[in-house]
């Protein structure tokens, strides 16, 4: 493995294949991207685009000579922590985990402010590989914690501190607006973008954003006649050497000698083509996203879901002894009789029991809250929590277990619960 002198020199086969063997990495097949995948066959599920996201940056760092098996590591772990309905349930979960603490805990509001340390997927991705991936090594935590960065927006967030995680940050963001792209116009007529509306849209969005020669660009990124996906070969290829062209003049205009130099001289790309970039995404995200009312009716439904799972879950377990979350009795027919089925949530108890069942609450917090690198979410509520540890710690910990559990959810069987409690409810 031929490296250069600012990749990071280690060998990263295990991390590997104990994330690809994994069931948090199994899961991302039955979890949302930007489209709910079973509405059609060919939208990308959170391990659909887990997997291009890897292929665009083991493409960027093979041309950089970068490490490629570190690359893989970050790429294919940096969304095992994504909640079931992408961003509609993160953003549930930041809404529940919020009131909770302020009025369960009695955690001030003003050490809630930063949602992204409240809870994030990145956060939650770092966190399954600090305490269930003994193995996986530290550098690709961190660059999993740090997979949210960019070089071309306008917040500056925590900075990846090698060359391989900022290549698979830029990554993510380059798979996301092509596949997006490509999702939306493929969703019609749910979306109400089919490509002229799409073009058009974009067109006029760039041009109030005042980005400059986006003409051009967008004559780059949409083809109506190019190959499946609407120019898909020729608008990865383009952002690739977009991004090889940037790190090339920061290798060689900088002072970049090894890996330590990533967080003083991080990888850039052309200012044009970072303002495009940044106005793409926004136009995906508060365009359309944020806009069409399929996408929002979308979004209402995803937080009733998780929203009732956690709500079925929470209050059977916070303050009682045992973990068992029934669900009441019902009559079943079968081909020979009636019988009496006693229906229950045995994954979570069972989920407690594993991950959690052996952890003293007190000490367990009391060492979260004393972590000084790589915070993630449940270590920035247990040192929000610290005055309140010795009456609450144990209810504490269970609300952690609950929110751990619901994350780790897919789609499909987020909704299985909700039928459950829905009809049982109903009878």
């Known amino acids: 493995m031929a490296l250069a002198s600012y990749a990071v020199q280690e060998e990263f086969r295990e991390d590997l294949d104990e994330i690809v063997s994994s069931k948090p990495f199994r899961r991302m097949s039955n979890k949302s991207q930007i489209m709910v995948k079973p509405t059609r066959d060919h939208f990308r599920s959170r391990l659909i685009h887990t997997a291009e996201v890897n292929q665009i940056a083991v493409a960027i760092g093979s041309q950089l000579d970068l490490n490629t098996q570190l690359i893989s590591a970050i ?10 309905f992408a961003h509609a349930g993160e953003r549930t979960i930041q809404e529940i985990l919020f009131k909770e603490l302020v009025s369960s805990f009695g955690i001030g509001q003003q050490k809630l402010t930063d949602q992204r340390k409240l809870f994030h997927h990145a956060s939650n991705s770092a966190r399954i590989l600090r305490s269930k991936f003994k ?31 900022q290549v698979v940050a830029i990554a993510d963001q380059l798979a996301s607006i092509n596949h997006d792209t490509e999702d939306i ?30 003409r051009s660009k967008v004559g ?16 990865v290829l383009k952002l690739i050497n977009i991004v090889v062209e940037g790190a090339h003049n920061v290798f060689h205009g900088s002072q970049v000698e090894t890996s330590a130099s990533a967080s003083e001289w991080p990888i850039a790309i052309q200012s044009d083509w970072g303002a495009f970039l940044q106005a793409y995404e926004r136009f995906i995200r508060e365009g359309i996203v944020q806009r069409e009312s399929w996408f929002v009716g979308r979004d209402a439904i995803a937080k009733a879901l998780v929203s009732t799972v956690f709500n079925h879950i929470w209050p059977r377990c916070k303050s009682g002894k045992t973990i068992q979350i029934d669900l009441w009795p019902r009559k079943v027919q079968t081909k020979s009789a009636a019988i009496e089925e006693s229906q229950s949530i045995d994954h979570y108890s069972d989920f407690y029991e594993d991950d959690y069942g052996d952890k003293s609450a007190i000490p367990y917090l009391q060492e979260l809250a004393q972590e000084d690198d790589l915070e993630t979410w449940d270590i920035h509520i247990a040192k929000q929590a610290t005055k309140i540890l010795r009456t609450k710690a144990d209810s504490l910990l269970r609300l952690i277990s609950v929110i751990d559990f619901v994350a780790g959810l897919t789609d499909r069987y987020c909704l299985e619960i909700f039928d459950k409690v829905y009809q049982n409810f109903s009878i």
């Open 185 to 214: 116009i493929e969703g019609a007529p749910y979306t109400n973008y089919d490509y002229g509306h799409f073009e058009h849209d974009l067109k006029r969005w760039l041009s109030e954003k005042k980005v400059r020669d986006y």
């Open 220 to 235: 780059d990124f949409l083809k109506s006649n190019g190959d499946d996906g609407f120019g898909r070969k020729e608008r």
């Open 135 to 165: 193995s996986v090594k530290k550098v690709t935590v961190a660059g999993v914690l740090t997979h949210s960065w960019s070089p071309w927006a306008t917040k500056e967030l925590s900075r990846p501190s090698t060359y391989e995680a």
């Open 75 to 84: 790429a294919l772990s940096h969304d095992i922590g994504h909640t079931p």
